[in-house]
């Protein structure tokens, strides 16, 4: 056998070893990246939900005792994390996760942002490690108010705006949303923050092996979210 086949041939058996050894599925990474887990939340997603519920009450109704002491929570969560709830929100400087959920402090919130609170590779792999190896319970796609990303889409949607740079393809992941809402009764834009919000919470629990096979086994829920920048409140889409 020629060097170059010999290469193939090895190449390839190595190939369909680890293959079969990765299709075990998770299994070859939860080994690998248990180390990393540590322990995990004891919270279910019930009570993750009614947490982030009644935190977000306390942020309504009395902003004043969100106080938090980072120095002790620091230490506390130093060396290992065991947060409860994964939110996937907007970039947008008025929509931070911890404090309109009642000031959480560090090591409760696995929080990914982006504008239009949108699900790619990364952030999709950030829900994945959260559920699988974290042990996280919760996934929350929280949309909000007025979302300058969605105003975008809309735009295109109706004017067929376009946008430059990496701009435009952002944007083009939530025109489905508003094309699907249009003409329906109601703002055009916070329909489509709603409807952007729900399919995004559905590719998560359908699209993701790791997630959707979570969700069969009772261990993770996914659901969507609104913010309302006006009075602060937090409303739970799909339940």
Partial sequence: MCDECYKFALDRRRFLSLSAAGIAAT????????FAAGATTSVT??????????????YVSVPQVCAVELTKQREQVANAQTPWATIITCSDSRVPPELLFGALGVGELFVARNAGNMVDTATMGTIEYGAEHLGIPLVVVMGHERCGAVVAACAVVEKHA??????????????PAAKAVRGKPGDFVDNTVRESAKRT???????????????????????????????????????
Avoid: C, Q, W
């Fill in 27 to 34: 299994g070859f990474f939860s080994e690998h990246l248990a």
């Fill in 162 to 175: 376009k946008f430059p740079g990496s701009i435009g393809p952002m944007i083009n992941a939530i025109v």
């Fill in 201 to 239: 919470a559905m590719k998560v629990a359908t699209k993701s092996e790791i997630v959707s096979h979570l969700i069969k086994a009772n261990k993770v829920k996914v659901i969507a979210a609104r913010y309302d920048l006006e009075n602060g409140r937090v409303e739970f889409l799909n339940r």
């Fill in 45 to 58: 997603a019930d009570e993750a939900i009614a947490k982030l519920k009644s935190g977000n009450e306390k």
